[in-house]
Structures are given as structure tokens and as C-alpha cells.
């Protein structure tokens, strides 16, 4: 389920046009942050606000609420804590600043891509068929 929720909200972060997504899984450092980070960023507060409110959407769809959101009321660095994942929206120069990448850059990370429409609802329909 880990890799589907993580799919989800990189399709969420991408449906708003958020900029290289990236996964980064920390369960190989034995960190007890969490299992995994999302890390995208914006050119805008609006855009950050608006990212970070498709994935709360998207995952609340999923039957997931963050347990602590962190940034919303500036929208310079948001953070959605799920627990297993959390995620770093970002405004760009702050994206920049930051690197978290390069902080965790022992970390597996994936790049994640916009894909079409109708091969996200075909990946829905498979996990559905699987559970």
C-alpha cells in the first residue's frame, strides 16, 4: 500500500503543477523520522497552497488525514505528516535553500513524472482489484 499512497501523492502534487517531485525512501538509514519523504516545489504561494490542498484531498480519498500540517499559514514550506510519509512542498527558492535531497543523499530517491489520465485511472483499478 506504501507505494500506491506515495504514487498518489506525487499524481496530486503533479495535477497542480508542482516542479521535480521526488521520493526518498528512509527506511534503509533506520532513521525514525519516517519511512518515506515527498519533496516537490512551487514558483508561487498559491501554487504551494494549492499542491498542498490537492494532496490533502487526494490522500483524504485514500482514507488518510495528515496528523500534523506545518507552513499553511505562509505557504513557504509546507509539511503534510502522514506518518510513513511526509511531505516537503515547497516554494522554490526556499526548495533551493533547504536541499533536503542532498541532506538524505544516502536515501534511495525516485523522480517522479506527470503521466496521462487514463493510465492513472488503470493503476487505481489495479490496486483496487488487488485489495
Not at 8 to 31: F, Y
Not at 77 to 94: K, N, Q, R, S
Amino acid at each position: 500500500m506504501i507505494t500506491h499512497d506515495l504514487r498518489v501523492m506525487a499524481d496530486a502534487m503533479l495535477d497542480k503543477k508542482a516542479q521535480n517531485v521526488v521520493g526518498i525512501d528512509l527506511r534503509p538509514l533506520g532513521t525514525s523520522i519516517t519511512d518515506h519523504f515527498m519533496i516537490c516545489n512551487g514558483d508561487s504561494t498559491t501554487n504551494v497552497n494549492a499542491i498542498a490542498d490537492n494532496v490533502i484531498e487526494k490522500m483524504r480519498l485514500e482514507g488518510r488525514k495528515p496528523l500534523r500540517t506545518q507552513g499553511m499559514e505562509n505557504n513557504f514550506w509546507i509539511i503534510l505528516d502522514y506518518g510513513d510519509i511526509v511531505a516537503h512542498i515547497f516554494l522554490t527558492e526556499y526548495r533551493e535553500f533547504y536541499r533536503l535531497e542532498e541532506l538524505w543523499a544516502d536515501a534511495p530517491q525516485k523522480v517522479y513524472k506527470d503521466r496521462p489520465a487514463s493510465r492513472r485511472r488503470s493503476v487505481k483499478k489495479e490496486a483496487e482489484d488487488v485489495e
